[in-house]
């Protein structure tokens, strides 16, 4: 899927500065790229692999359209969170046919503060984790010469001292591809600029499956991050993109 000329310099490169006044970027620009069911769930149920639509066939092929957006987004790397990695572990799904794999991004980041993860491919990979995990996950990552960066020593990774500390390694626009616990954390950290939404044929239900969104519930509308629609159409087999920029972000404390 390639977009329309001119549709990336009018529509996308000046939102990472939106909504930071008039103080100078120091952190990458940061796009929340992800497929879902058209309820919203990004899974079946909680632990299941969501690649498990695209190998029965019932995805819409919203999965290979998603990973063809983050190059015709621009995104120079993509985010992920620990847990996604820990389900597609537990819960492998082997596919027919690959999925696209994204030719712009120069690194797969991986957000695993806890350091829960035993790693095998570090192709590429840079892992954000804090700065109180534990001493046997940082020797893992010395001796598999996996790069890192450490953010943070509270219950979770200080998001805006990571996101500053990507900068410094040269990153200037990050796709986040989930799951939903990382996604909810950047919302309500008020850190995203834009959303791209691949919306399957299905309809999942659920109560505690993954939605695009999982983070604790606002008190009241003001925490409400409007958007504005950039774009929208058919993609896929009967899937849709919704492309929308943040208009306004409320950091939730
Ligand atoms: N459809 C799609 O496009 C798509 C994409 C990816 C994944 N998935 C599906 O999503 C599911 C996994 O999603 P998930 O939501 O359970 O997990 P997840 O987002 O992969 O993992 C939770 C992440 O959120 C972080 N986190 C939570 N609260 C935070 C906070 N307040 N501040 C900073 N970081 C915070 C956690 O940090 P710690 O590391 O410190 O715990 C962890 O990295 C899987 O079933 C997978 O198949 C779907």
């Not at 497929?35 to 969501?50: C, E, H, L, M, Q």
């Not at 990979?125 to 450490?150: A, F, G, H, M």
């Not at 849709?240 to 972000?249: I, S």
């Amino acid at each position: 899927m390639r977009l329309k000329k001119g549709y990336r310099r009018n529509n996308i490169i000046k939102a990472g500065k939106r909504n930071r006044g008039d103080h100078a970027m120091t952190r990458p620009e940061i796009v929340v790229n992800v497929f879902s069911s058209a309820d919203g769930k990004i899974t079946t149920a909680p632990g299941r692999n969501v690649s498990e639509w695209t190998a029965a066939g019932v995805d819409g092929e919203a999965h290979d359209a998603a990973h063809r957006l983050y190059d015709d987004l621009g995104c120079d790397g993509l985010i992920s969170g620990s847990e996604t990695l820990m389900v597609y572990g537990s819960h492998w799904v082997d596919l027919e046919k690959a999925v696209y794999e994204p030719q712009k991004s120069k690194a797969y980041i991986v957000f695993d503060g806890k350091g829960r993860i035993n790693w095998h491919q570090t192709e590429g990979l840079i892992v954000v984790t804090k700065e109180n995990v534990s001493e046997d996950y940082i020797r893992q990552l010395e001796e598999k010469n996996i790069s890192y960066i450490q953010a943070g020593s509270g219950d979770f990774i200080d998001l805006p001292a990571a996101l500053e500390k990507l900068y410094e390694k040269g990153f200037r626009r990050l796709g986040i591809s989930g799951g939903g616990g990382v996604n909810g954390a950047f919302l309500r950290a008020g850190l995203i600029d834009e959303i791209s939404l691949v919306l399957a044929p299905v309809a999942v239900g659920g109560n505690t499956t993954p939605s695009i969104f999982d983070c604790s519930d606002l008190k009241d509308l003001e925490g409400v991050t409007e958007l504005e629609l950039l774009a929208s159409r058919p993609v896929g087999r009967g899937s849709v993109w919704v492309h929308y920029k943040v208009k306004k972000a409320v950091p939730q404390p």
